[in-house]
Structures are given as C-alpha cells and as structure tokens.
C-alpha cells in the first residue's frame, strides 16, 4: 500500500498530538485515504531529548531542516513549532520545493496568510491552517465552503482559552484577576509570560485569520483595534452579574455600510446570549450571514489532541489531493483585495463605567453635566460602595459612539470629585 511521507516540525504539545493521533487512529484514516500517512521525520532542537519517546519510535529525528527538505519521497510537511523565525523560512522553502504544507501557526497566518497561500498556488502544491484558529473547533474550511453563498455580517467569537478561563474562575469563585492569572498558569492554561493571551493580540490574530476569509479580503493582525483584560476587576465581574452580564474578551468583526470593523475587547455579554455559557478553556464562534442566519461553532479552543484533530483533517484533505493530482486548488485566503475598515470610534455600544469619586453634595450633577456635555445619556446610576469619604458609583450609557466615550472619560477625570475612573467596558 502506497505512502504519504510526512515531515514534522516541531514535536512539543500540538506535534506530540498529531504523532498520537496518526498511531492511535492509523487504521481509520488507512481506511479513509487508501494509504498509510507516515511519519518520516520529526525536526526538533535537541534530537538527544526526544530518542525515548515510544511514539518517536522508528521516526528519524533530526535537527536539520536541509536533510528534511532534499527527501524527494516527502508529500507533506506539518509545521507545529509556532513563531515567525524560523517557520516562515521553512513554509516558504517547502512550497517552493513542491511540498504541501499543513500549519497550527496562527502568528505566521495572520501577518502572511495571503503571500503563503499564493505562493503555494503558484508551486501547484497546498496550504492549509485550520488548526490556527480555534484548536479542534472546524471554523475555517466552513466559514469558507458551507457558508459560501452567505454574505457574512459578523463574527463574533471567544477565541482565547486562557483569558476565558481566567475571567470564568472570576466569575465562579470570585478570585481577583491576580489570583485567576496565577491559577492558569498553574493549571497549564496560561504562559509564564502571559502578555499575548491578556491583552488579547492572540484573539486579535484570529480575528484577523477568520475576517479574511469570512470578508473574502485581505486582513491582516495589524487591521484590529485591541483591548486585553488586564484592567478587569472582581467589582466589574460582580456587578456584571448583579445586572444579568458576563463578561467576557470577545474578538467582534462586523460588517457596517461603509466597511467592516475589527475590534478585540472585554464586554458585558447577557446571560441569555448563547457565548455567556462559554466557560474555562473553551473557545466558540458566532457567525451571522445574511442567508444562515445565526450559527455557533464551539469546543475545546487548544490542547494536545483538539488541536491534532484539526491539524490531521488538513493533512487527510492535503493526501486526497495529492492522491487526486488536485493539489493547489480550492484553498481559503486567496483574496488579496484591501477592503475599506470602518472606523472603530463611530461604534455605538452601549457603556459601563465604574467610578471612585468623593462622598460630597453635588457630584451626580458634575458627572451627569460630563456626560451631556458629550451627548451622551445615562441611562442608570447605583451607589455600589461607600467607605471614608470615597464613593463607588456604577453607571450605564445608552447607545454612545467609542469616540464620544473616550472624550467623556477624559472629562470625567478632570473633575473635582473624580478619585478614579476606575473602568470602561462595553455593554453588548
């Protein structure tokens, strides 16, 4: 029985996953495919740290990507190490050596999605990435076939595993973000450095994969306007559901007259919207098209074997290809045509602000006297906190553009009365 000879780069929690699943689940996909996938060699950094795994066993391991990319019998190269240097290199070297590469990179995806893709048209070999948005949740190839005859109007998504747990574990036993952040880390949901994931330029990322493809355009990270969770508070978590909210970092592409709009930022969400059950490490999708309507695509959004799952789809799709001689076609993100963004600032949402003020006569009038000065209304105003001399006040906006907030926060803390605007978040 005939071969499909893989290459893979990377060996640490998604490569592990897809060696795992390749031995677990051979006989499966030898059913499927009518050949063996096999796994031909492993690029690591250290070959010497990886000679005992049993899943490595008669699998050549190498650090040399040059051994890898002269194998003429090679079909597929899965690309699992993340980053940009040196993936990037390596994508492009096996595209132009006539391999069709599957990747989990949704940093590389994200700034060169389109240049990749054409430059595996162009060598009549594919590319695929449905494991770099989402873990083992299938979005894009549906996003991009199922929903084709759709005009796409939002995306609305929780695309971020470690900001959902931490925000959960918040909401359910009322930890400060601090202790939530810490007992990510300690659970593996979060990185010692956990920048990329709070303030949200992993989901901006995402985003940024799943509105080119949903938007037929060319969008890239640097097109989406971020905000982390960083300033989030138990306060806000409480009050939020004192009110019927959770919150929750959503990544929201929406698609308005004069062009679509990019934005990652923490929001209240109602309890009834169907992303308010999204909880731990569990990312979903909500997709709006003019035809569908509504749809939710949901599961677990990283780990081992979730996201091998979505990478192995890419590779069984890439083998029927080749075994169909039909390489370089029907491949997502082809379109390199710049729509026009709308603009962020003219957003109208709905606000909650959150402020310290002093515990005087006349301060509701300076605040609401803010407020109209901007045309902005409120629409309702609760004393929370009231200890030695400082006041908690809540309140929530009507419908306000983003520019019209940030101007009101600006006035607000030039009040006399203003302590501290504390927080703004949006109201869904």
């Known amino acids: 029985?005939?071969?499909?000879?893989?290459?893979?780069?990377?060996?640490?929690?998604?490569?592990?996953?897809?060696?795992?699943?390749?031995?677990?689940?051979?006989d499966i996909i030898k059913e499927r495919l009518g050949v063996h996938l096999l796994i031909k060699y492993v690029l690591v950094r250290e070959v010497n740290k990886y000679t005992k795994f049993p899943v490595l066993k008669d699998i050549h391991l190498t650090d040399n990507f040059s051994e890898i990319i002269e194998d003429e019998s090679l079909d597929i190269i899965v690309e699992v190490m993340g980053g940009i240097t040196p993936a990037k290199e390596y994508i492009f070297s096996a595209l132009e050596h006539g391999l069709s590469v599957v990747s989990a990179n949704k940093d590389l995806v994200a700034l060169y999605g389109p240049d990749i893709i054409?430059?595996?048209?162009?060598?009549?070999?594919?590319?695929?990435?449905?494991?770099?948005?989402?873990?083992?949740?299938?979005?894009?190839?549906?996003?991009?076939?199922?929903?084709?005859?759709?005009?796409?109007?939002s995306i609305v998504g929780i695309l971020n595993?470690?900001?959902n747990y931490i925000l959960s574990q918040m909401t359910e036993t009322g930890v400060n973000y601090a202790n939530a952040l810490a007992d990510a880390k300690k659970q593996g949901?979060?990185?010692?450095?956990?920048?990329?994931?709070?303030?949200?330029?992993?989901?901006?990322?995402?985003?940024?994969?799943?509105?080119?493809?949903?938007?037929?355009?060319?969008?890239?990270?640097?097109?989406?306007?971020?905000?982390?969770?960083?300033?989030i508070d138990k306060s806000d978590i409480q009050y939020a559901k004192d009110m019927g909210y959770t919150i929750k970092l959503l990544t929201v592409a929406l698609r308005q007259e004069n062009g679509i709009a990019l934005n990652v930022y923490p929001a209240f969400l109602p309890d009834n919207h169907p992303l308010s059950s999204v909880k731990g490490a569990y990312n979903a999708i909500y997709v709006t098209g003019n035809i569908v309507d509504d749809v939710m695509f949901y599961g677990r959004g990283a780990g081992a074997l979730p996201t091998a799952s979505a990478v192995m789809g890419d590779v069984i799709s890439t083998a029927q290809h080749i075994l169909n001689?039909?390489?370089?076609?029907?491949?997502?993100?082809?379109?390199?045509?710049?729509?026009?963004?709308?603009?962020?600032?003219?957003?109208?949402?709905?606000?909650?602000?959150?402020?310290?003020?002093?515990?005087?006569?006349?301060?509701?009038s300076q605040i609401a006297a803010a407020f109209a000065e901007n045309d902005i209304s409120i629409c309702e105003v609760v004393q929370k906190r009231k200890t030695k001399g400082l006041a908690e006040l809540v309140l929530i906006t009507e419908l306000a553009s983003r520019e019209s907030i940030l101007q009101v926060e600006k006035a607000l803390q030039v009040l006399p009365c203003m302590r501290k605007v504390a927080n703004v978040i949006r109201v869904m």
Do not use: W
């Open 118 to 153: 054409h430059k595996a048209i162009e060598n009549h070999v594919n590319f695929s990435c449905e494991a770099s948005v989402g873990g083992g949740i299938p979005i894009l190839m549906p996003l991009h076939q199922s929903l084709a005859a759709n005009q796409i109007e």
């Open 189 to 231: 949901f979060a990185e010692a450095d956990p920048t990329n994931d709070v303030c949200g330029f992993d989901a901006a990322r995402k985003l940024a994969i799943l509105s080119s493809i949903g938007f037929r355009a060319n969008v890239t990270f640097d097109d989406v306007l971020v905000e982390g969770i960083e300033k």
């Open 325 to 364: 001689g039909s390489t370089g076609t029907g491949m997502i993100m082809t379109d390199t045509k710049r729509i026009p963004f709308y603009s962020s600032l003219k957003l109208q949402n709905s606000y909650y602000f959150r402020l310290d003020v002093d515990d005087v006569t006349g301060v509701l």
């Open 161 to 163: 595993g470690t900001t």
């Open 1 to 26: 029985m005939k071969n499909i000879n893989i290459a893979l780069l990377g060996f640490g929690t998604v490569g592990s996953g897809v060696a795992e699943t390749i031995k677990r689940n051979s």
